[in-house]
């Protein structure tokens, strides 16, 4: 059977706990904003629900009963962790840095040529990166937000799609005449592969993906997709390109697509933020330009809105 609650009135809980810290009705009005015979009624209010005293009241002075000793004591330090528990809440909301996992190539391509607007709109927020390459889980951490690549699904979060995963065989141009033709697929078995470790398989997944045979286990493997790409920029051989995110370099000629043959892996990149703790609206903020630059719906702020 479940338990009555007690309805406890909680306004003159306050205030018998400031004035039994104080243990002076004249410097708990003092704290509280309101006058001592405020104070003196709000107690008096409590010890008739209570049917207790929790004061002895002179004829200029109150002093604690043994039960309002004690009681005090009890509930002085309950109220104590609300008031640290609210400040910690309005600093989370109000905080001015932003913490966001994200990928360092998708930051270096993607996110670094746009950010500058967003600390134009914004000059007030700054954004602080981890970088760290590592499966994504909030608990027991300080981030805010993330940028990932996968399917949508991640543990104690909610996410948006950014956009699909695309991929192409990119190189230099430099790289590109030396080579000779690259019309075909087929082509790519002549060239040196680039290989990033933690995308060791993609060209196996290209190769099967447009059908072709390739040995896809040689070439040379750098640490990061970011190395990779810069090795493709330098004429070091081709590289399967996320083009998502190296949009910009195609655009500005530093890497070319010499198939034009854009292949869908499946998986998407996505901005993910947590369900265990409240968003705070800065990052909300982040989170609705993020969505602006691919020309989607903001998701918390409607469009035109002061946010």
Avoid at 32 to 40: D, E, N, P
Avoid at 184 to 199: M, W
Wanted: glycine share 8%; hydrophobic share 40%.
């Amino acid at each position: 059977m479940q338990e009555r609650r007690l309805g406890i009135p909680l306004n003159p809980l306050r205030a018998f706990a400031v004035a039994s810290r104080h243990k002076t009705f004249t410097a708990a009005a003092r704290e509280l904003g309101v006058t001592q015979v405020a104070i003196s009624r709000q107690i008096t209010t409590l010890e008739n629900y209570l049917n207790v005293s929790l004061f002895e009241r002179g004829t200029r002075s109150a002093k604690l009963t043994d039960v309002g000793r004690a009681f005090g004591s009890e509930i002085a330090g309950l109220f104590d962790e609300i008031e640290r528990v609210t400040q910690r809440l309005i600093t989370h909301e109000t905080e001015s840095t932003i913490n966001l996992r994200v990928h360092p190539t998708f930051a270096q391509h993607w996110l670094m040529p746009r950010l500058p607007d967003f600390t134009r709109r914004h000059p007030g927020i700054r954004v602080r990166f981890d970088t760290r390459v590592e499966p994504l889980d909030f608990r027991g951490t300080h981030l805010h937000v993330a940028v990932q690549l996968g399917s949508g699904v991640w543990r104690d979060a909610r996410c948006r799609k950014l956009f699909e995963e695309e991929v192409d065989v990119v190189c230099s141009a430099g790289y590109l005449e030396q080579f000779g033709a690259l019309t075909e697929p087929a082509d790519v078995a002549r060239g040196e592969l680039l290989h990033a470790r933690y995308r060791r398989r993609a060209w196996e997944y290209w190769a099967q993906a447009v059908g072709v045979p390739l040995d896809h286990q040689r070439g040379t493997e750098f640490d990061t997709s970011l190395l990779t790409y810069a090795a493709a920029e330098n004429g070091f051989g081709l590289a399967v390109g996320q083009l998502g995110i190296l949009e910009r370099a195609v655009r500005q000629g530093r890497l070319v697509r010499p198939l034009d043959m854009r292949v869908p892996t499946g998986a998407a990149f996505y901005v993910v933020w947590p369900t265990i703790i409240s968003v705070n609206v800065n990052t909300k903020r982040f989170i609705d330009w993020m969505m602006a630059q691919v020309g989607a719906a903001p998701e918390f702020f409607k469009a035109g809105a002061p946010g």
